[in-house]
């Protein structure tokens, strides 16, 4: 059974005390969870390691890492690797999220690496993938979904393919108040399903977690999360204020 995925994306938001109050207030709520839930805190680098302490008596609350890079090691100043990350105990990293792929020019093939650096040390990438509005307004999505994912994942083999979460995150949606439908978001992770099928098998598709993620808040999570092949949400703006993510995280299935 594929598990349901809160996962937090605090992005360059929060100090560290904000930080730690905000994780504190998630902790002590009394938040009913099934077995095959679990919650991730994506946070800046310099509060990994604290926010790990903070949550790490506790079994399903992870930390992750927003970013790595896709060499190895060496000369590039100012980078984290995804041995430094592995070396202080991370277990989740995203990969490609669409703010990376603008703003730092992150191709599907740099995407790929750090997928593959990921899996070669044991961090689950959390694989971001979603389409632009011009492409949405062309009704290209499905395709544009698919070269992504055939670009920057179909290469791994099918017991690598299993480790990996998936989170679509139509970039019209992200920051902007505008959700995808219930029914979109259904449509699209329907899609990343069959095409997962067709490359690997349905045993395999059906096991691994496709996140929708794009203004998920309190309010439209239930609706969200119930339908079929979503299961959970990477959220951004409501996951900086505790009630909101809390509400968040108790509609899970
Ligand atoms: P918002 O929830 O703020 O739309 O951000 C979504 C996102 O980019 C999560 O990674």
Known sequence: MRKQIAAANWK??????EGIALVKEIINADIKLNKNNEVLFSVPFPYLSTIKDLISS?????VAAQN????????????????????????YCLVGHSERREYFAESNQVIAQKVDLCLEL??????????????RDLLSQNQYVSNQLNESLFHLSTEDIKKVIIAYEPIWAIGTGRTASSDQAQEMHAHIRSVLISKYSFEVAEDISILYGGSV???NAN???????VDGGLVGGASLVASEFIQVIQALK
């Open 68 to 91: 790595c890079h896709h060499k190895k090691n060496g000369a590039y100043t100012g980078e984290v690797s995804v041995e430094m990350l592995k070396s202080i105990g991370i277990e």
């Open 12 to 17: 360059m938001n929060k100090t560290i005390e």
């Open 217 to 219: 808040k309190g309010a």
């Open 223 to 229: 609706e969200l999360f119930s339908m079929q092949d």
């Open 122 to 135: 044991g961090i689950t990438p959390v694989f971001c993938c979603g389409e632009p509005l011009e492409i």
């Open 58 to 62: 506790n079994g399903y609350m992870f």
